[in-house]
């Protein structure tokens, strides 16, 4: 906790114009305790890549997008699913980056008036 020594503050005067504002005068100068920077060693996240990523039991689907990536496969498609927090946008983001792939934005579903 911080403590200001010295400072006492005290109404002196009100505004002569009528509009009732009060200015608050420093009997003595303030002063501060010096104080250190911390320095935080916090960097802005690294891309997603199959260098970074923590596999876990996801082992498989990170070899599948290396070889899908690197072109050491035959399929055109690679479908991957699994539960919320396993990785999948980052598997995605890390294939995306090592294939040269370009990010699109999914279309906006259609009213349902057109169904």
């Given amino acids: 906790m911080a403590t200001f020594s010295g400072l006492s503050q005290r109404l002196s005067s009100f ?3 009528g509009s009732g504002a009060a200015t608050l005068v420093n ?4 002063s501060f305790p010096l ?3 911390l320095v935080l060693d916090i960097r802005p996240d690294a891309a997603p890549g199959f260098d970074n990523f923590l596999p876990g039991p996801n ?3 990170l070899a599948a997008l290396r070889e899908h990536a690197a072109g050491l496969t035959r399929e055109p ?3 991957l699913w699994g539960e919320t927090g396993t990785g999948k946008s980052h598997l995605l983001r890390a294939w995306r980056a090592a294939c040269g792939a370009v ?4 279309l906006p579903e259609p009213p ?3 169904l």
Avoid at 27 to 30: E, G, H, I, L, Y
Avoid at 103 to 106: G, L, Q, T, Y
């Fill in 27 to 30: 009997s003595r100068p303030m």
């Fill in 15 to 17: 505004s002569g114009s």
């Fill in 59 to 61: 082992v498989e689907a």
């Fill in 77 to 79: 498609l690679l479908y």
């Fill in 112 to 114: 349902l008036a057109w």
């Fill in 35 to 37: 104080m250190n920077q």
């Fill in 103 to 106: 990010e699109v934005a999914p």
